[in-house]
């Protein structure tokens, strides 16, 4: 099947112009695949020539961690108002690590970098390079900050490492496919006891116990 070439024509706005890249590109993938989708057909796709499209993101491993940025960021805001709705701190790592993971994997992008035959693509762009762990502190940053000041979290732990740990569980959980659906109790049990006893204080670790 031919790769047609639309008649968009790039904004001058350089933001505008990098999102309609982005767009154009995100509609290659979900149609080709990432590992087939070069920056020639990213072009095609926004009407503009592949050294165009370079000009605005340096290589291909740039355009493809900025429509994670891009697309996480439209998650997150979705997430943070399910998350402040939630009573308690555990309540928001528990119910928000399965919200977010649910809706990731619905995603249809976020779906193809995750999936197994891409694992080796993603993971430098999710993981060695710190963009995971850079996302997940934007995310959570501020609901384990307000979860530290109100004492329900551990104040000996490092915030950022905090959300480099939550990171590689979100990946873990995303990439998953036998964890399909997200009522199952069994999910809940075990960020319960394996995940969430890592951040609560012992207090709030045997108070939890009693209950």
Known sequence: MARRKTGNVLSGDLDEAREQIMVAAEAVFTRFGVAKTTMDDIGR???VSRPTVYRYFGDRDTLISAIIERRSRLLFAKAREFLFDQPT?????VEGLIFLVDRGRRDPLI????????MQMAEPLVGSSGLAARLTAEMWGPVLER???????????????????????????????????????AHREM????VLPGLLRSSAMSARNIA
């Open 111 to 118: 779906r193809i970098l995750v999936s197994p035959e891409h």
């Open 45 to 47: 796709q926004a009407g």
């Open 147 to 185: 979860a530290m000041v109100g004492g329900e979290i551990r104040s000996d732990v490092d915030i950022d490492k905090m959300s480099e740990w939550i990171a590689l569980v979100q990946f873990i959980l995303v990439g998953r496919l036998d964890l399909d659906n997200p009522d199952d109790p």
């Open 191 to 194: 960020l319960r006891n394996f």
């Open 89 to 93: 701190f555990a309540d928001q790592l």
